[in-house]
């Protein structure tokens, strides 16, 4: 099972919102216990047609240990500081927490971390 983290932004284009999705990628696998993969493949983000196809601002969360959720979140509050008009979208099968600027504040955050723990656990719907 993986969960999607769709990045959005429409104030970047494609080649500024995949640098930003590489980005977090390497991020994400050097302070995180997260698995995380560069997706693969079309989706409607779109895709790239050079060497091997992605899917841009998409990555795949293969695998997220019980604590890795609160290191996750912490990392995208610094991208989100950064880039508020930056959106997050976790996506397993038909369910989807968002989350942005504006609702990662510090009284919201328990909220999220709910609402993640409870899209991990449930089945997926692909």
Request: proline share 2%; glycine share 4%; charged share 25%.
């Amino acid at each position: 099972m993986s969960i999607q983290l769709i990045l959005k932004n429409d104030q970047l284009n494609d080649d500024k919102l995949q640098a930003l999705t590489e980005d977090l990628y390497q991020t994400l696998k050097r302070e995180t216990d997260v698995d995380v993969q560069l997706a693969k493949g079309d989706s409607e983000q779109g895709s790239k047609n050079k060497g091997d196809p992605i899917t841009i601002g998409v990555l795949a969360l293969v695998f997220l240990k019980s604590g890795a959720v609160v290191a996750l979140i912490e990392t995208l509050k610094s991208y989100l500081t950064f880039n508020s008009s930056l959106q997050i979208e976790f996506k397993n099968g038909d369910k989807v927490v968002k989350i942005n600027a504006q609702n990662l504040k510090s009284n919201q955050i328990e909220h999220i971390l709910i609402s993640l723990e409870q899209l991990i656990d449930s089945e997926p719907h692909d």
